[in-house]
Protein backbone atom coordinates (compact mmCIF):
# COMPACT_ATOMS: atom_id res chain seq x y z
CA UNK A 1 0.00 0.00 0.00
CA UNK A 2 0.65 3.33 -0.11
CA UNK A 3 2.76 4.89 2.81
CA UNK A 4 2.45 8.55 2.02
CA UNK A 5 0.65 11.22 3.06
CA UNK A 6 0.63 15.01 1.96
CA UNK A 7 -0.54 17.51 4.18
CA UNK A 8 -0.32 21.61 4.91
CA UNK A 9 -1.09 23.79 7.51
CA UNK A 10 -0.10 27.21 8.21
CA UNK A 11 0.72 28.41 11.90
CA UNK A 12 1.72 31.82 12.68
CA UNK A 13 1.39 34.43 15.72
CA UNK A 14 2.70 37.20 16.95
CA UNK A 15 4.82 36.55 20.24
CA UNK A 16 6.10 39.76 22.16
CA UNK A 17 7.69 41.06 25.20
CA UNK A 18 6.82 44.40 26.87
CA UNK A 19 8.23 46.17 29.77
CA UNK A 20 8.49 49.23 31.66
CA UNK A 21 11.01 49.93 34.03
CA UNK A 22 10.99 52.69 36.83
CA UNK A 23 14.29 53.75 38.71
CA UNK A 24 13.29 56.02 41.46
CA UNK A 25 17.38 56.05 42.86
CA UNK A 26 20.24 54.00 41.82
CA UNK A 27 19.33 51.35 44.70
CA UNK A 28 15.29 50.84 43.56
CA UNK A 29 13.96 49.57 40.22
CA UNK A 30 10.42 48.65 39.80
CA UNK A 31 9.04 46.68 37.01
CA UNK A 32 5.76 45.90 34.72
CA UNK A 33 6.13 43.50 31.95
CA UNK A 34 3.77 41.74 29.44
CA UNK A 35 4.35 38.89 27.19
CA UNK A 36 2.76 37.01 24.58
CA UNK A 37 3.98 33.98 23.60
CA UNK A 38 3.13 30.75 21.01
CA UNK A 39 3.34 27.27 20.33
CA UNK A 40 2.91 26.06 17.06
CA UNK A 41 0.14 24.11 16.14
CA UNK A 42 0.84 20.58 14.29
CA UNK A 43 -0.36 17.42 13.21
CA UNK A 44 -0.64 13.95 14.96
CA UNK A 45 2.04 12.65 14.06
CA UNK A 46 2.34 9.58 16.21
CA UNK A 47 -1.24 8.45 14.71
CA UNK A 48 -1.82 5.04 13.52
CA UNK A 49 -4.26 6.29 10.76
CA UNK A 50 -4.26 8.72 7.82
CA UNK A 51 -7.19 10.15 9.29
CA UNK A 52 -5.13 10.74 12.74
CA UNK A 53 -2.53 11.85 10.81
CA UNK A 54 -4.92 14.56 9.29
CA UNK A 55 -6.27 15.44 12.38
CA UNK A 56 -4.58 18.87 13.50
CA UNK A 57 -4.14 20.31 16.88
CA UNK A 58 -3.92 24.10 17.12
CA UNK A 59 -1.61 26.59 18.50
CA UNK A 60 -1.14 27.34 22.23
CA UNK A 61 -0.71 31.03 23.42
CA UNK A 62 -0.27 32.18 26.82
CA UNK A 63 -0.50 35.42 28.04
CA UNK A 64 1.51 36.74 31.18
CA UNK A 65 1.79 39.60 33.53
CA UNK A 66 4.47 40.06 35.90
CA UNK A 67 4.55 43.07 38.83
CA UNK A 68 8.67 43.31 40.18
CA UNK A 69 10.70 45.44 42.53
CA UNK A 70 14.91 45.11 42.82
CA UNK A 71 15.69 47.30 46.09
CA UNK A 72 19.19 47.41 47.61
CA UNK A 73 18.87 48.61 51.76
CA UNK A 74 22.22 50.03 52.90
CA UNK A 75 23.12 50.31 56.33
CA UNK A 76 25.65 53.24 57.76
CA UNK A 77 26.27 53.79 54.01
CA UNK A 78 27.17 50.32 53.41
CA UNK A 79 24.83 48.05 51.07
CA UNK A 80 23.93 45.71 53.13
CA UNK A 81 20.47 44.07 51.90
CA UNK A 82 18.74 43.12 48.35
CA UNK A 83 15.26 41.83 47.63
CA UNK A 84 13.72 40.94 44.10
CA UNK A 85 10.13 40.28 44.61
CA UNK A 86 7.72 39.44 41.39
CA UNK A 87 4.34 38.69 41.11
CA UNK A 88 2.93 37.12 38.53
CA UNK A 89 -0.10 35.88 36.40
CA UNK A 90 -0.34 33.53 33.04
CA UNK A 91 -3.26 32.66 31.30
CA UNK A 92 -2.84 29.62 28.75
CA UNK A 93 -5.32 29.15 25.70
CA UNK A 94 -5.76 25.91 23.67
CA UNK A 95 -2.93 23.91 25.83
CA UNK A 96 -1.58 21.47 24.04
CA UNK A 97 -1.32 17.50 25.80
CA UNK A 98 -0.62 14.21 24.88
CA UNK A 99 -3.86 12.73 25.47
CA UNK A 100 -4.18 8.75 25.38
CA UNK A 101 -6.79 7.72 22.45
CA UNK A 102 -7.98 4.47 23.61
CA UNK A 103 -10.29 4.43 20.82
CA UNK A 104 -7.47 3.46 18.42
CA UNK A 105 -5.77 0.48 17.53
CA UNK A 106 -3.39 0.11 18.86
CA UNK A 107 -4.06 2.21 21.53
CA UNK A 108 -1.92 5.44 21.15
CA UNK A 109 -1.31 8.99 22.46
CA UNK A 110 -2.24 12.10 20.80
CA UNK A 111 -1.42 15.83 21.08
CA UNK A 112 -4.69 17.83 21.43
CA UNK A 113 -5.79 21.01 22.56
CA UNK A 114 -7.40 20.61 25.67
CA UNK A 115 -8.51 23.19 27.65
CA UNK A 116 -7.38 26.61 29.20
CA UNK A 117 -5.21 27.57 32.33
CA UNK A 118 -4.03 30.05 34.87
CA UNK A 119 -0.85 30.17 36.74
CA UNK A 120 -0.20 32.90 39.62
CA UNK A 121 2.13 33.47 41.54
CA UNK A 122 4.81 35.44 43.77
CA UNK A 123 8.68 34.70 44.07
CA UNK A 124 11.15 36.22 46.74
CA UNK A 125 14.91 36.58 46.81
CA UNK A 126 17.20 38.03 49.35
CA UNK A 127 20.62 38.66 50.07
CA UNK A 128 22.09 39.70 53.02
CA UNK A 129 26.02 41.03 53.06
CA UNK A 130 26.60 40.40 56.62
CA UNK A 131 30.44 41.16 56.05
CA UNK A 132 32.63 42.33 52.80
CA UNK A 133 33.31 38.44 52.95
CA UNK A 134 30.05 36.62 53.99
CA UNK A 135 26.70 36.62 52.21
CA UNK A 136 23.75 34.85 53.19
CA UNK A 137 20.93 34.34 50.44
CA UNK A 138 17.37 32.56 50.02
CA UNK A 139 14.89 32.41 47.68
CA UNK A 140 11.22 31.65 48.38
CA UNK A 141 8.38 30.67 45.42
CA UNK A 142 5.01 29.90 45.46
CA UNK A 143 3.09 28.86 42.43
CA UNK A 144 -0.75 27.82 41.69
CA UNK A 145 -1.84 26.40 38.44
CA UNK A 146 -5.39 25.64 37.87
CA UNK A 147 -6.90 23.87 34.87
CA UNK A 148 -10.12 26.32 34.30
CA UNK A 149 -11.24 24.28 31.51
CA UNK A 150 -10.28 20.72 30.08
CA UNK A 151 -12.19 19.16 26.88
CA UNK A 152 -11.28 15.41 25.47
CA UNK A 153 -11.16 15.41 22.26
CA UNK A 154 -14.61 15.56 20.51
CA UNK A 155 -16.06 11.98 20.58
CA UNK A 156 -13.14 10.19 22.22
CA UNK A 157 -12.82 8.67 25.34
CA UNK A 158 -10.06 10.09 27.94
CA UNK A 159 -7.96 7.80 28.95
CA UNK A 160 -5.12 9.90 30.80
CA UNK A 161 -3.84 13.47 30.32
CA UNK A 162 -0.84 15.29 31.71
CA UNK A 163 -0.52 19.01 32.55
CA UNK A 164 2.93 21.00 32.95
CA UNK A 165 3.74 24.74 32.52
CA UNK A 166 4.11 25.81 29.23
CA UNK A 167 7.49 27.58 27.70
Known amino acids: GDCR ?6 FSEPTWNVSVEYKPTDDQ ?4 AHRHGYRSGGFGARAATPAGLERTFEPETVDDIELGAKVD ?10 TNLALFYSDY ?18 TTN ?8 AELEISWWVTDA ?9 THAKITDFTAPEGRALAAF ?4 AP
Open 73 to 82: WSIAGRRALR
Open 29 to 32: MYYL
Open 162 to 165: SFAR
Open 114 to 121: AGKAEIKG
Open 5 to 10: LSVDED
Open 134 to 142: LELSGWYAY
Open 93 to 110: QDIQRLLTDPTTVPVTTV
